[in-house]
């Protein structure tokens, strides 16, 4: 049975998913995969009752249109309930990392405002806490509570590489409109209703949380990891036959270096969508020659969703390295002064909706310089644009080291290391040099400790693919880099912790 479809007219998330439960029932909606590979299902029409009794629950609370929730919970099914559940009530919902540091968790809640924060943490402040059982209590009504739309009905915390905490809230209501512009992406990847997804992503992350309520409200059914493990990952999309994913770089790293790779069977993926993060050449290369060219997609985009960058593997080949074009954004490469630069020339990379004078989401908290009297937003990142529209990635320039007075791009220096078979991740930062400024940097974590390769054979491999000045100048061993669910890792973190080690000396 085909999900219903709207018209011209616009449906609420909550009238959205009762929808869907009317129409499929007892058919699966949301598999949950915990790490061990157990796994638990909900049905549409469970997935509508449950959600139910959260906003019934919340009313009691005196949750209403526009209070913003809190949702502190690790991926699991009871995190996608309590998100309807809020939104039933016409709430805008925020998840947040469960296992944030303490200081750094109530710089968040103390940006947000929350309402209510639902989690498990106790005797804290920045919100009324409340945990999932009681929301879930089974003596509440599973009936349907009056029809709201939430307005706005969405919230993303992020620091990226500056560390300080913001929250972003999109400016529009929780509406579900097949011209809208999640939907235009999703129709971009050729995703319909009766696909089922994977979702490895964090869902406190704009991809995880983006994805999964995305998908599930144009109908198709979901499988949602507790956490990403490349096997695992790779076991669900052969015994599920998972038809479309996102997966950001590290994903698709670990993917492809798992020894069986060649043996799964991933015939049934219709689209791979890359996206978080620069992408190496030779890892695009390898996802495309395994699926095919026209499965294959590289985007570009941010937790503002201010727009989108795509391109297909075909055109990846033609145009070696590129995130795509807009598809839903005009965008602009500026220089400092804020002039358009011409193509093939490296500045800020600025975003807005077509047609917008003002963006279409608002900064909670003392976060400014970002977005220009045209609506623009300056995403912090650095690129290009060739002569196709077609834009490239050089990094974020918090992140660029200039080493002797060039420039060097971290992300460029990391697709090298990445693609000898021995590193298994890499990390380039900049640290204080007194002969260069700052010097390049590798921090590695090798595929195989014991039988790791040599600084000089690392330097070397660098070396055949990369200018003299970009290659690292030293390089150090670690187990593990620590990135975050959504891979995400914070480079000036690790260059300050080296610094302070070097300063104490």
């Known amino acids: 049975m085909s999900a219903p479809q709207t018209s011209a007219k616009t449906v609420s998330y909550g009238k959205r998913l009762s929808d869907l439960a009317d129409a499929h029932g007892d058919t699966t909606a949301l598999t949950f995969v915990a790490t061990t590979g157990e796994e638990r299902e909900i049905s549409w029409r469970e997935l509508d009752q449950r959600s139910n009794r959260v906003a019934r629950s919340l009313q009691k609370l005196g949750i209403t249109q526009r209070d913003m929730v809190v949702i502190e919970l690790p991926n699991s099914v009871e995190h996608v309930v309590c998100a309807f559940g809020s939104w039933k009530v016409g709430a805008c919902v925020l998840p947040l990392r469960w296992d944030l540091p303490d ?265 400014s310089g970002v977005v220009d009297a045209d609506g623009y937003t300056a995403l912090g990142d650095l690129g290009w644009l060739d002569d196709e529209g077609y834009l490239y990635l050089a990094d974020r320039r918090v992140d660029m080291i200039i080493s002797g007075g060039a420039n060097v791009f971290p992300a460029e220096v990391e697709g090298a290391l990445t693609e000898h078979p021995g590193v298994a991740d890499a990390v380039v930062i900049g640290l204080p040099d007194d002969e260069w400024g700052e010097r390049v940097h590798a921090i590695v974590a090798p595929a195989n400790a014991p039988d790791a390769p040599s600084i000089e054979e690392l330097r070397t491999f660098c070396r055949d693919r990369l200018a003299a000045y970009k290659v690292p100048k030293s390089i150090e061993f670690v187990d593990r880099l620590p990135r975050t669910d959504a891979g995400k890792i914070r480079r000036s973190d690790l260059a300050n912790e080296r610094r302070a080690v070097r300063d104490s000396e």
Not at 250 to 255: D, E, F, P
Request: proline content about 7%; aromatic content about 6%; some cysteine.
């Open 103 to 367: 200081r750094e968790r109530e710089r968040v809640l103390d940006v947000a405002q929350p309402a209510v924060v639902v989690g498990s943490r106790t005797g804290e402040d920045g919100g009324a806490q409340i945990s999932v059982q009681t929301l879930e209590d089974l003596s509440v009504s599973a009936d349907p509570v009056p029809d709201c739309i939430p307005d706005p009905a969405r919230a993303t915390a992020s620091s990226g590489s500056t560390g300080i905490p913001k929250v972003i809230r999109a400016e529009g209501s929780g509406t579900f409109d097949l011209s809208s512009i999640e939907n235009v992406v999703a129709s971009t990847l050729e995703q319909g209703p009766q696909q089922l997804q994977l979702v490895p992503a964090p869902l406190y992350h704009t991809n995880g949380s983006g994805l999964t309520f995305t998908a599930l409200l144009q109908g198709q059914s979901l499988i949602l990891m507790e956490k990403f493990v490349a096997e695992l990952a790779l076991d669900l999309i052969e015994r599920h036959r998972v038809n479309t994913l996102t997966a950001t770089t590290i994903m698709l790293q670990r993917m492809a270096r798992c020894g069986d790779i060649t043996r799964r069977d991933l015939s049934s993926i219709e689209s791979l969508l890359h996206g978080g993060a620069p992408l190496p050449q030779w890892l695009a290369r390898f996802w495309i020659e395994r699926i095919g060219p026209t499965k294959f997609f590289v985007a570009y985009g941010s937790s503002e969703n201010a727009g989108t960058c795509f391109a297909r593997g075909d055109e990846w080949l033609s145009h070696p390295g590129t995130v795509g074009r807009p598809v839903n954004t005009e965008l602009r490469v500026r220089d400092d002064s804020g002039a358009d630069l011409p193509p093939n020339e490296t500045g800020m990379i600025y975003v807005r909706r077509p047609g917008q004078a003002s963006p279409v989401f608002a900064y909670m908290g003392d976060v």
